[in-house]
């Protein structure tokens, strides 16, 4: 056991958005490792925070006509309780727009100016004549120098996926206002990055962490390695030392954040951060998705030891999220929003903890179906493992009231203890997938031993026999309950207090799953987990359907179409004669549309902006050449037309006959 303490962090979540499940992919392992080591002995700080600073978030403020720092705010706080709701409880959760984060980054940067490691250049940098404007990073778009297809000013995320520097990208257009952009000169700072190859080269090959972070970044340093441009033209950031009209680029500020968040924390407890930061090594594990390990196996590392700082132990990178077997896409409708579409729900956040570490390996893309999720919950948590608790403990209470005093089958302690040893070595080695499968595994010999067993029957002629299998099933059950807590913490809690405990399971740690129970009365027991109905599902996979639905249709919408394709949608005037609820869904309603020489059947959800009774008689506008599609099991031929977040009906202004064609 390593009785060092260790600092864990997790990438921070960008305040410009909502949470979604993509997010959960770093968040939920990171938080599992933490609770796990903690139930070892070891003592770890688990810190993160939210990224306030860079384009993306001055872009959208300006489209909401509110301060940039308002934003943050909100969506700080957003991530901050979604994060507490699903028991990913950080120690410290900071913001990277907080007055020690700018007093942190002005110090590094300060020192990486001292010792040569920043220069002055003059670049040509987009300008739109429009706006007035330089156009640094998301305000630009172009496509990529290196592979042609369309990007934003800083990445190529639709190709190559390659950081673009200023005024690399071609044919440069404004995103605000949509004209072609000027190419002008204006001065910036550059790191010399390019000077940290043979560093990089000898530290990544003992990076610990998982082999794809460390893999990918030797890969790129020794493939290529440019200086980086770290100042922006922006009013919104950390001031750059000694050239107050610029701010520093935002991967300067936000993993800084990790050390100014650590000094926060230190402040709060009486520690030193500088434990954590200070030496040749810092015992620092970062978790992050993959698509940032270029910046926090290189730039960050180089950054650290430019500056005199420890450079991290291990970073371990995710596989990314897909969304029914689609990449996850927010513009495409392939998105599963963490609030609205699970927790608001009422969904429980260990389920979804559960299914985010046991689907596949840490390092492989996640594919999340309603479908897939319900089997998994239902067949695995409810069938296999919560069988077994409810069983072990229904029949303790039926038969004894209590926890027998005999002791335990002197076999079960070797099954417990090689369980035990399988899943830490799991852990330690990122697999969490092998570590959840070998808890199931446990499960699943209980549920083998008290099927096999038969108390319900041996009770009958021998109670001493009955009494030894149900202990034994409970010492079994005492020990599942301590390895779940750091899948499912809240769930492993309720079955704690089952078992007649009346403190906090996760202040216990692993090495007591063996400790004898004393005898003691135990309450009568509840099934820990419920089984997720069908209709839940068709709901959740209707909401998702139409979402993907309507970002086709928007994106269509975009497109330059001529009059004759124009021509091809059969757009006509229809009078509602029926509407009648969907059972088991509460937006959609089934209804039958009078279109002049037939009626149709259209299932549309609006069911939570209109009633059934007063769309009866009302005419409105409906697209009928669609192909059919089934939704909760009933056909749909056509479409309602609808505008806004509201579902505003189209309607004509006069009275038109039923069947009248628009155009």
Same mark, same amino acid.
């Given at each position: ?39 070892? *002995? ?47 409880n ?22 990486l ?7 002055k ?9 429009k ?77 610990? *962490? ?7 970044? @030797? ?26 009209? +610029? ?20 402040? $709060? ?18 978790? @992050?998705?993959?698509?940032?390990? %270029?910046h ?5 590392p ?40 699970? +927790?608001?729900? *009422?969904?429980?956040?260990d ?45 303790? %209470? ?12 002197e ?55 009955a ?12 020990a ?13 809690? $309720? ?8 403190d ?9 799953? +063996? ?40 994106? $269509? ?7 004759e ?22 937006k ?26 007063e769309?009866?008689g ?7 050449? +669609? ?37």
């Amino acid at each position: 056991m390593n009785h060092q303490p260790i600092l864990v962090t997790c990438g921070l979540p960008y305040t410009n958005g909502r949470c979604h499940l993509g997010h959960l992919r770093t968040y939920v392992p990171a938080d599992f490792f933490v609770r796990f080591l903690r139930r070892t *002995g070891q003592e770890v700080v688990f810190i993160c925070g939210s990224d306030n600073h860079g384009t993306p978030i001055v872009v959208s403020a300006e489209e909401e006509g509110i301060l940039p720092r308002d934003l943050s705010l909100r969506y700080h706080k957003h991530f901050d309780e979604t994060f507490k709701q699903l028991s990913i409880n950080f120690d410290h959760f900071g913001m990277t727009d907080g007055e020690v984060n700018h007093r942190r980054t002005r110090s590094i940067v300060q020192r990486l100016i001292d010792k040569g490691y920043v220069y002055k250049k003059t670049i040509q940098q987009s300008y739109c004549a429009k706006c007035c404007r330089f156009l640094p990073d998301r305000y630009v778009e172009g496509n990529c120098p290196y592979c042609g297809v369309s990007a934003r000013g800083d990445e190529c995320d639709q190709g190559c996926g390659r950081h673009l520097e200023p005024g690399e990208i071609k044919n440069p257009r404004c995103r605000v206002c949509g004209q072609s952009a000027e190419l002008r000169e204006q001065e910036h700072y550059y790191f010399k990055l390019s000077e940290f190859r043979d560093f990089l080269l000898s530290y990544l090959p003992d990076l610990g *962490g998982t082999v794809i972070a460390r893999n990918y970044a @030797i890969g790129w340093v020794k493939e290529e390695l440019h200086d980086w441009c770290i100042t922006r033209t922006l009013d919104w950031g950390v001031r750059f030392p000694g050239a107050e009209h +610029l701010v520093v680029y935002v991967w300067v500020d936000a993993p800084i954040g990790y050390i100014s968040f650590t000094e926060e924390w230190a402040e $709060k407890t009486g520690e030193d951060w500088k434990a954590f930061w200070c030496g040749d090594i810092a015992p620092v594990t970062h978790f @992050i998705g993959s698509d940032i390990i %270029y910046h926090h196996t290189i730039f960050w590392p180089a950054m650290l030891k430019g500056a005199g700082y420890g450079v991290p132990e291990a970073i371990v990178a995710s596989g990314m999220l897909k969304v029914n077997d689609q990449k996850f896409s927010k513009s495409r409708g392939y998105v599963v929003w963490t609030g609205e579409d699970y +927790l608001e729900k *009422g969904m429980s956040p260990d389920y979804l903890r559960y299914y985010l570490l046991s689907y596949t390996n840490h390092t492989k893309d996640l594919n999340f179906a309603w479908k897939v999720f319900q089997e998994r919950m239902n067949n695995e948590v409810v069938g296999t493992l919560g069988n077994f608790i409810y069983r072990t403990l229904y029949f303790a %209470y039926k038969f004894f009231g209590q926890i027998p005093e005999t002791s335990p089958d002197e076999t079960i302690s070797a099954e417990i203890q090689r369980s035990i040893d399988r899943i830490e070595t799991s852990v330690r080695a990122y697999e969490f997938k092998s570590a959840v499968d070998e808890l199931m595994a446990l499960a699943a010999y209980g549920n083998s031993y008290i099927q096999n067993n038969a108390p319900w029957q041996v009770v009958k002629t021998d109670r001493q026999a009955a009494e030894t299998i149900i202990r034994t099933c409970l010492q079994i059950v005492h020990a599942l309950t301590l390895l779940l807590e750091p899948v499912m913490p809240v769930s492993a809690q $309720k079955v704690w207090s089952m078992l007649g405990n009346n403190d906090d399971v996760g202040t216990h740690r692993f090495s007591e799953a +063996l400790d004898p129970l004393p005898p003691r009365t135990l309450p009568a027991p509840q099934p820990p987990f419920q089984k997720i109905e069908d209709e839940n599902v068709r709901e959740l996979e209707a909401t998702l359907q139409a979402r993907v639905e309507a970002a086709q249709m928007k994106a $269509k919408s975009r497109e330059e179409v001529s009059i004759e394709d124009f021509g091809k949608i059969d757009i006509r005037v229809g009078t509602i004669t029926s509407a009648v609820p969907v059972k088991g869904s509460k937006k959609l309603l089934k209804l039958q549309v009078h279109v002049g020489e037939e009626e149709r059947q259209i299932v549309g959800g609006i069911a939570e902006f209109y009633s059934a009774e007063e769309l009866v008689g009302k005419e409105v506008v409906v697209v009928l050449n +669609l192909k059919p599609v089934k939704i909760f099991g009933i056909e749909s031929r056509g479409m309602i037309l609808a505008a806004g977040d509201q579902a505003s009906l189209l309607v004509p202004l006069r009275p038109v006959e039923p069947g009248t064609k628009v155009r």
